[in-house]
């Protein structure tokens, strides 16, 4: 009975759409940029066997629209058999070399190799999501014949499905959009909230004067949120420094609103700027506007080097703009963000064009991941060329950086995608783990913007186009933590870059999207045209930081 209900089950199923369903299968077990587990390769695998399925499964029915001929019902029921035993045996000899091809990522990443891939656990997982997917689509099946059915009494049959169409995907997606997508966000969104209350228990409420939470300053400690909390209480002292520069230094100065500081993005910006103030900021030898991530986090693998750099003569600002991670942010709504950093912007910049040039401190601009998009987004060049800040550093700019594209898309001819080089070198330029900003000949002009990123770097790489076309970055010459053995394929390549976003985080660090401190020295050295350190010194701050995360 089983078996005679199972045989039944799969003859349900369209020969063309498991076909194709079985291809896409196949081939989001291939690798992409980042390492995948049994767990996520399955639901992936799953997804995109339904969706091949989807796409075998509307060609089965616009053959059938267009009245083309179709073979008689015990052949096709025969070939519908063997075809299912067809795509077994593809969907198992390709399980079987999945570890192998995640290995290529991880040995390039310097991880551990797989022994397995799991392909009984990835198996499972697959059918499930894949049967779930495929349930969905029947029961939108049951509810647009059903809306058809009604409609049909009063209109045309065409038209019913017309109507009957555009009914149902509204009602579909407001229930993706209005119930799960918004209540998942709003859920997310409590959840970031209430751990962004909770403070470690090794983080106590600062006491110096020139700390923001402490009792002198205009910030509370418990406004801070947890990020900034952990922010503030961290980074080198001036005995960190001298020790391993060797040369007197100072503390450096970190400023820090929280989301709780203020009503408005003004209100915080407004604030930020009185607490830079009161701590002597501007009297500092720099000053780093920072643009934090989503949930306000500022990297400190990325500022910790420029204080050491400095000597600790460097004052800092951030303002924190949401609790959500930076990746569901910057697929909802990818311009979060800005409206702060604009904000805080404004302030400062504001303040600092008031200030004589010739004592003022040298003003940058720092962002990470959705605080390079935001920090992109505060000014226009316009805005600033009667006065420019000096310098911009900006780490794994997302996919959609309007300055990134244009850079990159207008490279010059024969440098590639990942590391492109832009015109003279003068305003723009790019590196990656290997220091790739000295270029001969190359002269710096007043205002130096560098860009430090990953070649795999999903946030940054992923490409909507990816749907239908090879992103140039896949072309060779590719990056040096890019499997050799990474493909494209229509549609699924888009569906694994997708989820890499979501994953983009797991990597180790110095790939992916986790920057390491050793990387930033050499974009801040160009940056903040930092003067005294010897190619000795330099070596042995990298080798602090690496020795540190040990």
């Not at 579909?172 to 859920?187: E, K, N, Q």
């Not at 970031?192 to 002198?216: C, I, M």
């Not at 903040?528 to 010897?534: F, I």
Request: aromatic share 12%; net charge neutral; with cysteine.
């Amino acid at each position: 009975m089983l078996w005679r209900w199972t045989v039944g089950y799969l003859q349900s199923f369209s020969l063309a759409g498991l076909l194709l369903g079985t291809l896409f299968f196949a081939a989001s077990l291939t690798p992409t940029l980042i390492p995948r587990n049994h767990l996520t390769q399955g639901a992936l695998s799953g997804f995109s066997a339904a969706t091949g399925y989807g796409i075998g499964f509307f060609f089965r029915w616009l053959w059938l629209y267009l009245e083309l001929p179709e073979p008689k019902a015990g052949f096709l029921r025969a070939v519908k058999l063997i075809g299912i035993g067809v795509c077994l045996i593809v969907a198992l000899v390709f399980l079987w070399r999945a570890a192998e091809w995640q290995n290529t990522i991880r040995t390039v990443m310097g991880l551990d190799h797989l022994d397995t891939a799991h392909p009984i656990q990835v198996g499972a997982i697959a059918i499930a999501t894949f049967v779930v997917l495929v349930g969905l689509a029947r029961l939108f099946k049951i509810t647009l014949f059903f809306v058809s059915g009604i409609l049909r009494r009063f209109v045309p049959p065409r038209m019913s499905y017309v109507v009957g169409t555009t009914i149902v995907v509204l009602l579909f997606w407001s229930v993706a959009d209005g119930l799960l997508f918004r209540y998942a966000l709003r859920i997310a969104d409590s959840s970031f909230r209430q751990l962004d209350e909770l403070t470690p228990a090794e983080t106590a409420q600062p006491v110096d004067p020139n700390k923001t939470g402490s009792p002198a300053s205009l910030v509370g400690w418990q406004d801070l949120g947890r990020k900034g909390r952990s922010y503030i209480a961290s980074g080198p002292t001036a005995a960190d420094i001298s020790a391993v520069s060797g040369k007197p230094a100072i503390e450096p100065l970190r400023v820090y609103v929280g989301l709780q500081s203020g009503e408005t993005p003004e209100d915080r910006a407004k604030l930020a700027l009185e607490e830079l103030k009161r701590v002597g900021g501007f009297g500092r030898k720099a000053l780093v506007l920072i643009t934090p991530t989503g949930t306000g986090w500022v990297d400190e693998q990325g500022i910790d080097p420029v204080e050491y750099l400095l000597g600790g003569d460097v004052a800092s600002v951030a303002a924190q703009y949401s609790y959500l991670a930076s990746w569901i942010s910057l697929l909802a709504e990818p311009g979060y963000g800005a409206d702060q950093a604009s904000a805080l912007f404004h302030e400062v910049y504001g303040y600092w064009t008031t200030l004589p040039k010739d004592s003022r401190p040298k003003l940058y601009l720092f962002g990470l991941s959705l605080g390079a998009l935001s920090s992109e987004r505060s000014n226009e060049l316009f805005e600033v060329l009667g006065d420019p800040y000096n310098g911009v550093l900006w780490s794994g700019p997302p996919f959609p950086s309007q300055v990134w594209n244009a850079v990159t898309r207008n490279r010059n001819p024969g440098s590639p995608a990942w590391l492109p080089r832009f015109r003279d070198g003068s305003y723009i330029r790019f590196t990656a783990q290997e220091n790739a900003l000295p270029i001969p000949g190359a002269v710096w002009g007043p205002l130096r913007v560098v860009y430090l990123q990953y070649a795999s770097d999903p946030i940054t790489f992923y490409e909507i186009a990816s749907i239908y076309r090879e992103p140039d970055w896949m072309k060779n010459p590719r990056g040096p933590d890019v499997s050799p053995e990474l493909r494209w394929y229509p549609v699924v390549t888009f569906l694994q870059l997708t989820l890499d976003i979501a994953l983009a985080t797991t990597a180790p660090m110095g790939h992916g999207h986790v920057f390491a401190a050793e990387h930033y020295i050499d974009a801040w050295m160009e940056v903040a045209d930092v003067q005294g350190w010897s190619e000795v010194d330099i070596s042995r701050l990298k080798q602090h930081f690496i020795s540190s995360r040990s």
